[in-house]
Structure formats: C-alpha cells, structure tokens
C-alpha cells in the first residue's frame, strides 16, 4: 500500500474550516450570484457558521425548520435593493453553489 502527501495531511474539523472561508464582503460583489438565485440570507439570530455546517450535514429538518420561521431564505428583491443602495457589507461563506450571507 502507498500512502499519497494528501493522507499524512490533519484533517481539519469543518467548524474550522468554515469558519476560516468566512469572510465580509460587498454585496455589490454577491450582486451576480444573487442574480442567478443562490444567495441565501441568514437571519442575524442565528450564528452563520452553524447554518452552513447543517447544510454541509444535509440535516433537513432543522434547514426546514428555519426556513419555515423565515430564518434562512433566498435573498428577497427587497432586501437586495436595500443592500445596494446602501452598499451593505456581509458576512459569507460559501457552500456550493449556495453562498450564505447575514448582514450584522
């Protein structure tokens, strides 16, 4: 058996990782991935990096659960409008092809 560099490499646990890749960002930035539908808000009461570790779980309850409260959904045309007009800065994280956001 060979080993590769790749197996001696730690893993490292998701909630690091996640939250290494999260980052702010302008939403004039997000502006072409909202266009093509795959910005997702987070509500500010949630912590943005658990929503992202659940979708990366695939736990669909409690996705459905929040987006059922309105705490995770697509990004609204309102909210986008408000978001450039006042050239807002977001917190994301990307988690394909979904990029979440939550203004603070």
């Known amino acids: 058996m060979t080993s590769t560099q790749d197996d001696n490499k730690p893993q490292v646990p998701l909630a690091t990782k996640l ?15 909202f266009a093509g539908g795959n910005v997702i808000a987070v509500d500010k009461g949630l912590d943005l990096l658990l929503v992202a570790e ?41 988690i394909k092809p979904w990029i979440l956001v939550q203004q603070r």
């Open 54 to 94: 659940q979708i990366v779980a695939d736990n669909t309850d409690i996705i459905k659960q929040w987006m059922s409260e309105g705490k995770v959904a697509q990004v609204a045309d309102d909210q986008a409008l408000s978001w450039s007009n006042d050239n807002a800065l977001l917190w994301a994280v990307v």
């Open 19 to 33: 939250n290494l890749e999260t980052a702010q960002i302008s939403w004039k930035e997000l502006e072409p991935h």
